[in-house]
Every structure is written in C-alpha cells, then in structure tokens.
C-alpha cells in the first residue's frame, strides 16, 4: 500500500512540475490534501496529520511565500489562526485533481485492477480487532 501511495504521489508531483510547479514537494501535496478547499483551522490540519501547529505553521509559510495560502487570524477565535487557499492555491487544486486522475488511471493500467474504486473498495473490508499478543 505504502509503494503504491508514494508512486501516484511522486506521479502527481511530477506532473505538476512539468507545469510549472516547481518548488512543490511530496510534502507539500499531502498538506493540501489535509485543508478545506475554504478556510481550515491550522489546529485541525495539525490534527489530520499528526503533527505540530509549529510544522504547519512553518509549512503553512512555505506555500504562502509561494503564493498559494493566506494564514489569518481567525475573527471568532483571536487565539486560533486559520489557512485560506488563494485563488493560485485554487488553480493549484484543480490542476492536482487532474494530475491524481491521470495517475490513478496509470496505476490501474500497471497493476491489471479494474478501476480505482476496485482498490478502494478491497482496502475498505473491515476486518474486525486487530490480532492479540
């Protein structure tokens, strides 16, 4: 699962780089991919990835020097900040969206399934507790 996640991430990497997006990183993408398409709650993205508000903030910095984020202060909460996408981050998630179906539908092509949905629905089984000691 893990080779399988890393392929189609460094995919959609490399084909948002070839067009134009440069300094993007692997990194990066999972960021965008734990934000609200609104206004998100740095604290929540901390949450969702299981970091600090320190690395979202610091990452939140990054992609806001290059134009895709906003960091506010939230006015209904002045002690809690929140992330916007702006209208380049937008554009950055329409072209990510299109560059993940070309990716999927290449892995799918690769691995003989016959859909993504199919390995959706195959990693979705529940499976009950996991084993004991």
């Known amino acids: 699962m893990q080779s399988g996640t890393r392929w189609i991430y460094q995919s959609v990497l490399n084909i948002l780089k070839r067009q134009g997006y440069d300094a993007l990183t692997v990194s990066h993408l999972s960021f965008f991919a734990s934000?609200?398409?609104?206004?998100?709650?740095?604290?929540?993205?901390?949450?969702?990835?299981?970091?600090?508000?320190?690395?979202?903030y610091r990452t939140t910095t990054d992609l806001q020097d290059q134009?895709?984020?906003?960091?506010?202060?939230?006015?209904a909460k002045r002690n809690q900040k929140q992330i916007s996408m702006t209208t380049m981050g937008m554009q950055l998630v329409n072209d990510a969206r299109k560059?993940?179906?070309?990716?999927?539908?290449?892995?799918?092509?690769?691995?003989?399934?016959?859909?993504?949905?199919?390995?959706?629905?195959l990693l979705d089984v529940d499976l009950g507790l996991p084993l004991q000691k």
Do not use: H, M, W
């Not at 609104?38 to 901390?46: D, E, I, L």
């Open 35 to 56: 934000l609200d398409c609104g206004q998100t709650q740095a604290s929540k993205v901390a949450e969702r990835l299981g970091i600090t508000r320190q690395a979202v």
């Open 67 to 75: 134009g895709f984020l906003s960091l506010d202060t939230n006015p």
């Open 99 to 121: 560059a993940l179906e070309v990716a999927e539908t290449e892995y799918v092509n690769r691995t003989g399934l016959s859909s993504i949905e199919e390995l959706r629905r």
